[in-house]
């Protein structure tokens, strides 16, 4: 009698499995990829670190070490600098065309560069809230984009760059 309930017990485990799984793939694929960029978790877990001034060759999740803001050689300056906070610079060297979501671990100031040739591109920023301390909204070109950060208030920030759909 034993050997017949542990395969009607296995079944049920194995159906509960996806019932939950196929719960949580459908959030996740019915949540718009908005509210994806700030969730508590976005940060968690590993993280590759880059350097100021590093070329990554296509959008993430990363964290960049800073120099102090008179140290970081920007492509367009701006004139609300904090010169006592830290900044730098990631280039990303072919970047797919089209909307991207950027959220930053901690508050700065963000700008981007197009090149080809140098341009500053408008980035929409959006409000800080519990989980987000800093967000934008860009749309480019294909090609090298470089990201300006500045005014931070620790030498190193987390950034994730996500492709947004059409």
């Known amino acids: 009698m034993t050997s017949f309930h542990s395969p009607i017990l296995l079944l049920l485990v194995v159906a509960s499995w996806f019932v939950q799984g196929g719960a949580a793939i459908a959030r996740d694929f019915l949540e718009p990829k908005a509210d994806l960029a700030c969730r508590a978790d976005l940060f968690a877990g590993y993280i590759p670190a880059f350097q100021n001034a590093d070329v990554l060759p296509k959008e993430g999740i ?3 070490n800073l120099q102090p803001m008179t140290h970081v050689f920007y492509f367009m300056r701006s004139s609300d600098e904090v010169p ?12 797919a065309a089209g909307r991207y979501r950027i959220v ?3 508050k ?6 197009q090149h080809r ?3 500053s591109v408008p980035l929409e920023q959006g409000p800080a809230d519990s989980n987000c301390s800093s967000r934008a909204g860009i749309v480019v070109d294909g090609g090298p984009l470089t990201l300006q950060i500045g005014n931070v208030m620790a030498p190193s920030i987390k950034i994730a760059m996500m492709r ?3």
Request: charged share 10%.
């Open 104 to 106: 930053l671990s901690q």
């Open 117 to 119: 040739p140098f341009q």
């Open 84 to 95: 006592q906070s830290y900044g730098g610079i990631v280039t990303f060297e072919s970047i």
């Open 62 to 64: 990363f964290a960049v």
């Open 164 to 166: 947004l759909p059409d």
């Open 108 to 113: 700065a100031r963000l700008s981007a560069v």
